[in-house]
């Protein structure tokens, strides 16, 4: 018996397609629904229970599922490592970098045939798939190759809503543009739309919808008003520009400062998702992403995450001025703590000998001493580790993905503490000896605080989005 499946277009990037999808997968939970993305772009990847490599969104998804992330969830991710280069992903494997023409025009044409194929093996076999489309599903140069959006739904008849994002205003013109580049088949598969991060009186837009309803025949199946309440994982690093949590940080009491700097190529940022959720709950805990060296003035604690280039970061650091304030906050005494590509600008160098990154060496912070060499071979795996810090001594979980090679898997010095690991901070009891370091009593769990965050959301989409309508569309 074949699947039910139901996918979701944007009419953009960062239109909310991955949070919508993520509501709704809540919302049928009880049918075991299937997240799936062809094609993912991002930088926060994620290792799935069978080793491979994915986009972290579609290994969120599975969590709103309740199902083990697995990478044929998203066959293709690129990771982009520098301006026109990009990491292709497949199946969870890396198979090199490319050059931006090279993947459109030579690679991807073969890539689409073999997703069509695992497509059709994976409706086969689930009962319920969610499939979530990249960027804008109008994109007329990129149609012939496309294997994402509208292509996929021609392709296995799939039913789509069509999600557009109205703060960044032109949702008209966006919609009504995007149903005039369709092909009649597609119009045929098109069943409705939703109208995210509406801030203000959705009254406004009803002479609006009215018109888009007559002018395309789709109805109009929700309105989701912004919610700056709810704390979700942001997909890529767009939503770091998003203003959030403002009245709790004026209200902000003596605690703990905690500031991840936002590089070029962060990646997998998802890590700091828990400081995110413990800063919400608890207002001795200020966590944020400073984006200028001057923001890191004043914390307590601050984070070189991973990246998907160090050279550049690296390079991004001196130039900007991090660099140097990041020194004097270490001899000032305050915490640094490196993850992956964060842990490897610590060392004294960093060599590339293979060009994965740039041909050459660099030199690091110089905190730890040592060479970090890049290795041909991708490091991906799981394990568990026992650290000591000055805040935590006992046995960690978490993630490799690098091509830094060295001896060992973490270090701490003093205030200065290190490690390859991802996923450190999904840890409770990590996190929770840092905060009582520095005297903040917090014993709140993860898991939980998720949980509530995902049921707001799922709520505010059943409010405001016809939910009868989509279960009566895709028959269950």
């Not at 989005?465 to 269950?476: A, H």
């Amino acid at each position: 018996m074949g699947a039910k499946v139901l996918q979701l277009l944007g009419t953009e990037s960062d239109s909310g397609k991955t949070q919508i999808l993520s509501g709704l997968i809540s919302i049928f939970r009880e049918h075991r629904p299937f997240p799936f993305k062809a094609q993912n772009m991002s930088l926060n990847s994620y290792v799935s229970s069978d080793n491979g490599e994915m986009a972290f969104a579609q290994a969120y998804q599975s969590m709103v599922a309740g199902i083990e992330p697995v990478s044929i969830s998203n066959p293709v991710l690129l990771k982009p490592v520098a301006r026109s280069r990009t990491e292709v992903i497949f199946l969870g494997k890396s198979s090199g970098i490319f050059d931006a023409k090279n993947y459109w025009f030579e690679i991807k044409p073969d890539l689409k045939e073999r997703v069509f194929s695992i497509f059709g093996d994976l409706v086969a076999q689930k009962d319920l798939v969610f499939v979530e489309g990249a960027g804008s599903c109008s994109e007329v140069n990129l149609r012939k190759n496309d294997f994402s959006n509208l292509s996929l739904a021609r392709k296995f008849n799939i039913p789509f809503i069509l999600i557009t994002d109205i703060e960044r205003g032109g949702v008209f013109a966006k919609l009504i543009g995007s149903y005039e580049l369709m092909t009649k088949k597609e119009r045929e598969l098109f069943l409705g739309i939703i109208i995210n991060k509406m801030s203000g009186d959705p009254e406004i837009l009803r002479e609006g919808i009215k018109f888009i309803q007559k002018k395309t025949g789709k109805k109009v199946i929700g309105v989701v008003p912004y919610d700056f309440s709810i704390t979700l994982p942001e997909e890529d690093s767009m939503g770091f520009y998003r203003i959030k949590n403002l009245e709790k940080r004026r209200t902000q009491k003596k605690g703990v400062s905690i500031k991840v700097i936002m590089t070029r190529y962060i990646s997998n940022f998802f890590d700091f998702y828990p400081l995110e959720i413990d800063s919400k709950y608890n207002d001795q805990i200020n966590f944020s992403f400073a984006r200028f060296p001057e923001e890191i003035d004043g914390a307590d604690v601050v984070i070189l995450a991973g990246s998907r280039n160090v050279f550049y970061d690296i390079y991004f650091l001196r130039e900007s001025g991090f660099y140097d304030k990041i020194v004097q906050a270490v001899n000032k005494g305050k915490f640094l703590i490196g993850i992956c590509g964060g842990y490897e600008m610590m060392f004294e160098k960093i060599q590339d000998i293979y060009g994965i990154e740039s041909n050459g060496e660099t030199e690091g912070f110089g905190f730890f001493k040592g060479t970090i060499s890049f290795e041909k071979n991708k490091k991906i795996f799981w394990e568990k580790i026992h650290i000591d810090s000055p805040w935590f001594s006992g046995e960690i979980k978490g993630f490799n993905i690098r091509h830094g090679t060295g001896e060992w898997n973490f270090l701490s010095r003093d205030n200065i503490f290190g490690t390859f690991l991802h996923g450190i901070f999904w840890n409770d009891v990590f996190r929770e000896g840092l905060y009582n370091y520095f005297g903040v009593d917090y014993t709140n769990k993860f898991p939980q605080m998720f949980d509530i965050e995902i049921k707001r959301w799922s709520n505010l989409i059943s409010n405001n989005v016809d939910i009868d309508f989509i279960r009566k569309e895709i028959g269950l």
